[in-house]
């Protein structure tokens, strides 16, 4: 077949674009042609990129791209086009980024009054939600795909589909990828290059967005853990406010930042649990790559990845990511080391059965269907 994907701009640190690239792999080892809409992506055999370059202010670009990609799909023969964003030219959505308007809801619970009334007032997100609920009405659209059973209800509890007209496909990771190391050997050379004692238990968060993935909350509940527990931050965005955070709680020595990093589950091995207590979370590939590497997870009850946690065993979830209180209390069980690597075997042993090469049969199936 002949398959358009549809994705606005790369990120080489997006769990998304990670998922997505893993996913044209696929389809590609499958004996597909890969036709790419987007304003930029990186070059790979077997992919034609088709470059959108929306124009006009930048809170009119979403509107713009979606129009302008609707003009490059009519000029191409295609057998299915799957979009990954809130466009209008697609047989399939793929509900990766979840709903607009669940996040702002979330987002101005979380941010109070003022805040919220400048949220609601702020022309870009008139713009998404006016995309989303075009997107969901569409004519054109023939099947929705959720990442998760919680991302199936909101969509259908906000934009009334029809529950059979959504379908779940978990995210998949690349089992072939998964290097096998000596977990004990790279532990004592991370910490070592880290400055983090052997003994001290060590907390990991990896993601971008730092407000939606709530480190503040994180930072908040480290300081109610034992003094020697330390938090690893990778990820891409501004860090004062969240080193200004960790000053005033007193824990600054405790909380070590470093940026965005490719490949960033090489990091794995230094922690004890892996924490992203996110206030608005679809699927986190970046929670599901900790699993598969043998690491617990504790996230919070919104986030499509606490569907595969069981709660006590495998990790912890937190029902308000937003109570720092609550939030340590699930990551507590996990800082003794022995308790940790068991609930690590649990996660591993769910992870592994969620593969790339599985989601993408999944969505070869569901192209046969439509």
């Not at 003994?199 to 020697?228: C, D, H, M, T």
């Not at 075997?345 to 049969?361: C, I």
């Amino acid at each position: 077949m002949r398959i358009g994907i549809i994705r606005g701009r790369y990120n080489p640190y997006g769990g998304a674009e990670v998922f997505l690239t893993r996913f044209i792999d696929e389809l590609i080892n499958k004996g597909h042609e890969v036709v790419v809409f987007a304003n930029e992506w990186p070059e790979s055999n077997g992919v034609t990129l088709k470059r959108i370059n929306p124009k006009g202010p930048s809170f009119l670009r979403p509107l713009c791209f979606a129009n302008n990609v609707k003009k490059a799909v009519e000029q191409e023969t295609l057998d299915s086009v799957i979009s990954f964003e809130r466009t209008f030219s697609q047989d399939i959505y793929r509900a990766g980024d979840g709903c607009h308007r669940e996040w702002l809801t979330r987002r101005m619970r979380a941010v109070g009054p003022l805040k919220s009334v400048l949220l609601t007032l702020n022309p870009k997100h008139r713009v998404l939600l006016y995309l989303e609920k075009k997107l969901f009405t569409d004519p054109r659209l023939k099947k929705v795909v959720a990442n998760s059973k919680r991302g199936k209800e909101e969509i259908t509890r906000l934009y009334g589909l029809r529950p059979e007209d959504i379908c779940v496909i978990y995210n998949g990771i690349e089992v072939s990828k998964l290097k096998t190391i000596n977990i004990e050997a790279e532990r004592k050379k991370l910490r070592k290059k880290l400055k983090i004692s052997p003994e001290a238990p060590v907390l990991l968060f990896v993601g971008s967005g730092f407000e939606r993935k709530g480190l503040l909350y994180l930072i908040q509940a480290l300081a109610l853990l034992p003094e020697e527990t330390v938090l690893v931050v990778i990820g891409k965005g501004g860090t004062g406010p969240y080193k200004k955070e960790a000053q005033r709680l007193g824990i600054s020595r405790q909380v070590i930042f470093l940026g965005p990093v490719k490949g960033a589950t090489g990091y794995h091995p230094v922690a004890d649990v892996f924490v992203l207590p996110s206030i608005y979370e679809p699927f986190s590939n970046a929670c599901l790559e900790a699993m598969a590497s043998g690491l617990p997870v504790v996230t919070s009850r919104v986030g499509g990845i606490s569907e595969m946690i069981e709660e006590g065993l495998s990790g912890g979830i937190a029902e308000d990511p937003t109570d720092p209180g609550e939030l340590a209390s699930c990551i507590r069980p996990f800082l003794a080391r022995e308790k940790a690597e068991a609930a690590g075997r649990l996660a591993q042993k769910e992870a592994l059965t969620h593969t790339m090469r599985g989601n993408v049969e999944d969505f070869l199936r569901l192209l046969d269907k439509i």
